[in-house]
């Protein structure tokens, strides 16, 4: 996430919480919560002053943020693998399972249209 990016960055270039505020002219707080990833999606405004700060180029910044969105979603993929494997699913009966999937995806549209 991007807020682990910049805490990451800001310590290695030595800068502190207040000091990121006062050189980008971002509230300590909104920077806070920008680094506790509680703000995920910060301006590109907000974004061009901290890349600018922090010395880095913007799109490597945006790119770092990305590729740790993705390594999130392959360890929750994985984690939840992990889970039908301890509940004794194995792989070659998984299409057995597919049918229950699209029944409960099924089921579940047709009640929000009948809710609606």
């Known amino acids: 996430m991007i ?3 910049i805490t990451s960055l ?4 030595g800068l502190t919480l207040s000091e990121l505020a ?4 971002i509230s300590k707080s909104y920077l806070s919560n920008i680094e506790r990833n509680l703000k995920q999606n910060p301006s590109i405004h907000i974004i061009e002053k901290l ?11 945006v790119e770092m943020a990305a590729e740790a969105e993705t390594k999130q979603v392959e360890n929750e993929w994985l984690d939840f693998i992990h ?9 070659d009966r998984i299409n057995e ?3 229950l999937f699209e029944f409960m995806k ?3 549209d047709h009640v929000r249209e009948e809710g609606e």
């Open 83 to 91: 889970e039908l494997k301890q509940l004794g699913i194995e792989k």
């Open 106 to 108: 099924w089921y579940n």
């Open 10 to 13: 800001r310590k290695q270039r």
């Open 51 to 61: 890349s600018e700060v922090l010395k880095v180029d913007l799109k490597v910044l």
């Open 3 to 5: 807020g682990d990016n």
């Open 97 to 99: 399972y597919k049918i």
């Open 22 to 25: 006062e050189r980008t002219g």
